[in-house]
């Protein structure tokens, strides 16, 4: 069975910073192209980040550019999703998903296969 699995949510004051992992030990995720989203309660899941094979390419929402980075870790076979200057609005839970099929970096739910469980950011004082 496809396992994704986040990690390094938690609680952070405003301003802090996170490192979310998204690990897996079923396939290589260089070869796969890998998205972050959030779901805060009572709201949508949200698109936040996404990298395509080989780290061609990455995308951000509007809501997280300039403070969020995506970037993939080859040795460790993971992909991290650094988190700097957080708001209490990043509140949410935080998934990774893997899309198989294109080349193109998605920020479409609906064009990945798999997800992970999901991980706790919780942004206060």
């Known amino acids: 069975q496809l396992q994704l699995v986040e990690s390094g949510g938690g609680l952070v004051q405003p301003g802090g910073s996170l490192r979310l992992s998204c690990e897996t030990a079923?396939?290589?995720?260089?070869?796969?192209?890998i998205g972050w989203f959030r779901q805060a309660p009572g709201k949508e899941r949200e698109a936040i980040s996404c990298i395509t094979r080989n780290a061609g390419s990455t995308d951000y929402a509007d809501s997280v550019k300039d403070r969020f980075t995506i970037a993939g870790d080859n040795a460790k076979n993971a992909v991290y999703l650094q988190m700097n200057s957080l708001k209490p609005e990043d509140t949410a839970v935080y998934y990774c998903?893997?899309?198989?099929?294109?080349?193109?970096?998605?920020?479409?739910?609906?064009?990945?296969?798999?997800w992970g469980r999901g991980t706790q950011v919780t942004v206060s004082t």
């Open positions: 998903a893997v899309r198989w099929d294109g080349a193109a970096c998605s920020m479409s739910a609906s064009d990945y296969n798999a």
């Open positions: 079923i396939f290589t995720m260089k070869y796969a192209n």
